[in-house]
């Protein structure tokens, strides 16, 4: 976990010694190689790269520290990008989760998911990271047991934000401006039709102004990802955070979490502490229309051209509808 210094600011721990070579130590003859269930059954197959993982458990940040190598218990479901299984030692039970996308494509950092890792979780509010590996692709944190009950309020969420975004700065900074321009490239590259996404984009670029100096940001805040265990809310994932506008957060944390526009001025009260003001509540609005662009721009570039027609019919009517919304209400000069 990460440590706070005497300003208050969470210090990252050491990074795990990464491997000097890919299977250091390792024998791995296939990508069958197999892991014997921690109960019955028959055994459970693993990829070389979960094998690799599980073999540097000397190096996984615990306490006490392990003292054998940890078994696979299962995969995880969920996740379109990455793959996770759980693995036991002991009482002491963790996520390893795999990657599963090139993290340059989408403008990733691994280390700084690291760091905030440690201080989202010296917060309360993430897993414990115990041990990643850039190299490999793997990030291995504590195990979460849902609780039965896993109902979330608007307060809940509010609350939660607001601890992510006081967590400490670091470098990593998502500019929006370059993420879209980075996908669009990404599209021309491929062949997708980027001229049916340049229409789009000259018309929300056309209503989008910054807004507010860069918090840390989750940006990924969607149902899957929150967790309620032993009655606290965590956010998982944290793949995507960065420095970044509080409303890109806020507006993505209202569409992933499917909150009903009359409820949205109640989610912005207790957020802010106060009620938004009409100039916040457009901000919120104008961030709406670049989530569900960018949103549309990465199942883009993460599907197969045969399925562009589909994505079409799924994201560009809602988008139109915001940014249509959006213009009338600047026209109006107000809500």
Known sequence: MGRRDGRGECRPAREPRALRQAGAGVQVHSRRARYRP????????????????????????????LTRAPELVHALSGGLSNRSYLVREGQH??????????????????????????????????PTP???????????????AADPDQRVTLEDLAQLLRQVHALPAHAHRLNLREQVDHYERLIRRFDLHPNTYRSLQLSMWRHFVETSEPVLCHNDLLPANLLRSSGRLYALDWEYAAMGDRWFDLAGCVLGQKIAPGEEADFLTVYLGRAASEEERLHLQR??????????????????????PFLRERHEPPLIAELTSLGRLISRGSY
């Open 287 to 308: 961030h709406r229309c670049l989530c569900r662009y960018i949103e549309y721009l990465w199942h883009a570039t993460e599907n197969p051209p045969e399925k562009l």
């Open 93 to 126: 039970r963790f996520v390893v989760r795999l990657d599963g996308v090139d993290p340059a494509r989408h403008c990733l950092d691994r280390h700084a998911e690291w760091q905030t890792l440690q201080c989202a979780a010296a917060a309360g509010i993430a």
């Open 38 to 65: 921690v109960s019955g059954g028959e055994a459970v197959p693993g990829p070389a790269q979960l094998h690799l993982a599980l073999a540097q458990w000397r190096h996984w940040q615990c306490e006490p520290a």
């Open 130 to 144: 115990r041990y990643f590996n850039p190299q490999l692709g793997v990030l291995v944190c504590d195990y979460l």
